[in-house]
């Protein structure tokens, strides 16, 4: 493996860490803050839509930034919004509308750096003696290295040093992250405008991508279930679980070692799928993955105490494995000339839905309690696996 994969990996792991840390803080503070789930759940949705229609429109700066330089950048602008959070706590003044502003350009950002880390990456493939499978793995691995320790290591600095330490470190992680880039990965160019070059096509398109998807099958099965799967996941550990641990009279840590278990089942479950000498069977293994998270939801309300962790585990060990698979079907079927906005455009499709999931989340444990709000997002896995089991996508899996 070249000196550039391991740099990837080590700025990757290091940006999910900060982030991972942060879900921890940001959460806590705001219920500390007397901030309602429904208030929660409005600033979440105003952070991931956001996210969503910049990314949807953000094909034309994929396409004309150098993708490392584009990733770097977006490090920096991460630690520059952790920074602003610091300087309001610091002021003692937490604006709901303010942090939802704040939350909502930091996740644009996360899109487009997102996308860069992906795009980058078959340009680094070149004489590694490495695999698309198993780079997506190790990235997938370390990405829950982060999801692993960074909750943990969030409770406890939450707890000793509050808010304000967890998210400096978050702050700390992404100018790592940057500075391993800078250090250790080559330019390496843009596909999409090398081939506006060579074709003599300046106009970018900011649709292509969007509509890339549309056209193949294989690609809008991946894209679609991804986006499913995040409306479910992300309200479960953003919301759902915080005030769950808050509600049952928990700590930060009691919540940042919840979020961690979660983080050791995708690392277990990466570290298997990269393992793997080719992607098995991957119709197979993305209904197992979709059917073990259901599972997981619908028992979460009624295991008390030590229950919980065991539902959160195996809701891990589905996710951990279905990431790298949808990454790696997307990285090896997205035409490589368009490959930056069509892995933008992915990016952004997959959280098309999380803002009705907040929403629906949000509602569900104001009216109903926490443990409805899982069962709800339970059936919803399930009734998208249903889906799936009739429709014909499984064939175009299986031929990949």
Same mark, same amino acid.
């Given at each position: 493996?070249?000196? %550039? ?30 901030v ?9 949705m105003a952070?991931?839509?956001a ?19 584009l990733?770097m950048?977006?490090?920096?602008l ?8 610091i ?6 003044w937490?604006?709901p509308l303010?942090?939802?502003l ?11 750096s ?9 340009a680094?493939?070149?004489?590694s ?16 290295v ?7 290591? +969030?409770?406890w ?8 330490g ?7 992680s992404f ?21 506006r ?11 292509? +991508?969007?509509?890339a ?9 991946v ?13 479960l550990l ?8 808050k ?8 919540? +940042? ?13 990466s570290?298997?799928?990269? %393992? ?8 197979l ?18 295991l ?12 891990g060990? %589905?996710?951990g ?16 000339p368009?490959?930056g ?14 803002p ?24 919803t ?20």
């Amino acid at each position: 493996m070249t000196r %550039a994969l391991k740099a990837l990996l080590a700025a990757q792991a290091l940006s999910i860490l900060g982030s991972a840390i942060a879900a921890v803080a940001i959460p806590w503070l705001l219920l500390e803050g007397q901030v309602s789930p429904l208030q929660m759940s409005w600033i979440f949705m105003a952070q991931s839509g956001a996210a969503l229609l910049a990314a949807l429109m953000g094909t034309a700066l994929m396409s004309r930034f150098e993708t490392r330089d584009l990733y770097m950048g977006c490090d920096l602008l991460l630690a520059t919004a952790s920074v602003c959070l610091i300087t309001m706590l610091a002021a003692g003044w937490l604006n709901p509308l303010v942090i939802a502003l704040v939350l909502a350009g930091a996740a644009v950002i996360s899109a487009f750096s997102e996308a860069a880390g992906l795009a980058i990456v078959p340009a680094l493939l070149p004489g590694s003696g490495v695999s698309p499978h198993r780079v997506n793995g190790m990235i997938g691995s370390f990405h829950n290295v982060g999801d692993l320790a960074g909750p943990a290591l +969030g409770g406890w600095v939450v707890a000793v040093l509050g808010a304000t330490g967890a998210l400096a470190l978050d702050a700390a992680s992404f100018v790592l992250s940057a500075m391993l880039f800078w250090l250790f990965v080559p330019r390496s160019g843009n596909p999409s405008a090398n081939h506006r070059k060579e074709t003599g096509n300046s106009q970018t398109d900011q649709w292509a +991508g969007v509509r890339a998807i549309a056209a193949s099958r294989l690609l809008r099965g991946v894209t679609l279930t991804s986006a499913v799967v995040n409306m479910v996941v992300t309200p479960l550990l953003v919301l759902l679980l915080p005030v769950m641990v808050k509600g049952s009279g928990g700590t930060a840590w009691g919540l +940042g070692s919840l979020l961690s278990c979660f983080g050791a089942a995708t690392l277990v479950s990466s570290v298997i799928f990269s %393992a793997l000498p080719s992607t098995p069977r991957p119709w197979l293994g993305l209904m197992g993955s979709l059917l073990l998270a259901a599972i997981a939801l619908l028992a979460l309300p009624g295991l008390p105490g030590y229950g919980m962790y065991a539902s959160v585990l195996l809701l891990g060990l %589905a996710i951990g494995y279905l990431g790298p698979l949808e990454q790696t079907l997307m990285q090896v079927h997205a035409d490589p000339p368009n490959i930056g906005g069509i892995l933008l455009a992915y990016s952004a499709l997959r959280t098309l839905l999380v803002p009705i999931g907040f929403l629906a989340a949000g509602l569900a444990v104001t009216y109903a309690g926490p443990g409805a709000a899982c069962w709800m997002l339970g059936c919803t896995l399930l009734v998208t696996l249903g889906c799936l089991l009739l429709s014909s996508v499984g064939h175009r899996f299986e031929s990949s």
